[in-house]
Every structure is written in structure tokens, then in C-alpha cells.
């Protein structure tokens, strides 16, 4: 990858099966930038992922990740440069797994690590439970971890690989409201940190897009219906087209807040 490769770069992408999926989607993301990809359920965002992983080929358009265009060269490979934290994850993780073998596990691209690691890939994964904030986890079972702290591991299991793009695929569901804010915190955190790679953001709250998250796309039936930088984008205006029913957005500090309407009058 050079340096002056963006990130990402889709280029008039289509993406139909039995119907259209995505539908004509143009989006860059640059060095130094991190984006939240904002909608509804159903508005295309685990189909967006699923295209930029390899999972989901598309029809017509184009999709360049980390230099790479798809069709060109083998995503098993560049799968391996890009962290990923999903629910799907949390599923399969076996329960009687320690922490510190989670972590060391990203480093083999393997669910359930097996084999015997060198003392310096321990020492690294050590490093990483450090690094997230959970180093007095390493010796605990999955099983018994709470789900901040299983989130917290998962980003560690990423990280282990060195990749430069983080993706996080609703990392807040099932975690209570201090819980949640909790781990929003520990993002920045993480986001601030010189070795930071490029982090995304899936959700469909505003209340999870923390300052960290300096973009925002946002995704309806399968569309664009606006990207750009955070204080751009997010707007009642287009966030009422975006969950389809009239919404103001509160903004206190930093940090954004959501309201429901029941009358189109009322939003700004």
C-alpha cells in the first residue's frame, strides 16, 4: 500500500442478488480518518462490510481496500490486515479459552487456539491485554468474562494481527448504558494512540459516534444518502430521511443524542 492510497475507495458499486442490495455507492476514506457507518436496519450496512471483506461480490462498480482492488487479488490475504470485532465472533469462541490465548489467537487467524505459541508471541499478547486495559484478564475464561470486557479482548485478538483497518460491527449491543459508555470510552482511548490503525464504526446510534469517529456515511435501502465530515452530515434533516420518521438531534459537548417525533413539524 502507498502512502498515497486512501484507505478505502468503491467506485460506483452494485451489489444485486434476488434485488438490489447496494445501490450505486461512491465513498473514499482517507489516511487519518475514522467513519461511522450510520442507518436503519435493513439500510445496507452488514452488506457494506460483507463487500469490503470479500464476502459479498459485486455486480458492477469497484472496491479498493489498503491498495488492493477486488477481483485483482486474494482477499484470504488482505483479510489478514483488517481487524474485525463482530457479534458472529462472540459466538464462536470457545468458553473454557483464556483471554491471553483469545488475544494470541488473532495473531493465527484461528477461533480456539491450539499449539504451542513462542514465549515472545505470548509476551506480545500480554503486551496487547495491556494495551486494551485488560491484562488482569489474561488468565480468565471466556466464559466467565462480562461483555465489556469480552470486547475488550476481541479488540485485543485484532490488534494482535497489526492490521490497518479496525472494524467494529455494533461492538456496544448487549452492554448495559454504563457499560456502554464505559467501552466508548476505552475507544477513544484506543483511537488516540499513535499506533491507532484506521477504525470503523457500524451502528445505527448516535449516541456510540464518539469524537473519535471524525466521518460519517450514512446508508438508506441500500444508498448514500450522505457522507462526509461528522459535523456535516449529522443534521435532523438527514437523519429523519435516514430512519424515516421525524427525529431531532441533540448535541451536548461532543457527544450527539436522539429523539423521536411524532410530528414532521418539529424537526429542524
Not at 83 to 94: D, F, T
Not at 160 to 169: C, E, G
Request: proline content about 5%; some cysteine; glycine content about 10%.
Amino acid at each position: 500500500m502507498k502512502k498515497s492510497d486512501p484507505i478505502i475507495e468503491i467506485s460506483g458499486l452494485i451489489i444485486e442478488r434476488d434485488a438490489p442490495i447496494l445501490r450505486g455507492i461512491d465513498w473514499r476514506v482517507e489516511r487519518g480518518q475514522n467513519w461511522a457507518i450510520l442507518g436503519a436496519n435493513g439500510s445496507g450496512k452488514t452488506s457494506m462490510l460483507r463487500a469490503l471483506t470479500g464476502y459479498l461480490p459485486p455486480t458492477r462498480g469497484t472496491i479498493r481496500v489498503l491498495g488492493e482492488t477486488f477481483g485483482r487479488f486474494d482477499w484470504r490475504e488482505l483479510r489478514t490486515r483488517i481487524g474485525m470485532v463482530s457479534s458472529s465472533i462472540h459466538e464462536l469462541m470457545p468458553e473454557n479459552e483464556t483471554a491471553l490465548d483469545a488475544v494470541l489467537s488473532g495473531k493465527f487467524a484461528m477461533i480456539g487456539y491450539w499449539g504451542a505459541a513462542a514465549p515472545r508471541e505470548r509476551r506480545a499478547a500480554g503486551a496487547i491485554l495491556r494495551r486494551v486495559e485488560a491484562h488482569a484478564l489474561a488468565g480468565r475464561a471466556w466464559g466467565y468474562l462480562s461483555q465489556g470486557e469480552r470486547q475488550r479482548v476481541l479488540i485485543g485478538r485484532a490488534l494482535m494481527a497489526a492490521p490497518r483497518l479496525l472494524i467494529l460491527d455494533e461492538p456496544c449491543a448487549g452492554l448495559d448504558p454504563v457499560a456502554r459508555e464505559h467501552f466508548l470510552q476505552f475507544i477513544e482511548r484506543i483511537a488516540r494512540t499513535r499506533t491507532a490503525p484506521a477504525m470503523m464504526l457500524v451502528t445505527h446510534h448516535v449516541e456510540e459516534i464518539t469524537p473519535a469517529f471524525s466521518h460519517v456515511i450514512v446508508l438508506r435501502e441500500g444508498r448514500v444518502l450522505a457522507a462526509g465530515p461528522r459535523a456535516k452530515v449529522l443534521n435532523s434533516k438527514t437523519l429523519s430521511a435516514a430512519f424515516g420518521a421525524p427525529v431531532r438531534l441533540g448535541k451536548k459537548g461532543a457527544r450527539y443524542s436522539l429523539a423521536v417525533h411524532r410530528a414532521a413539524s418539529q424537526v429542524m
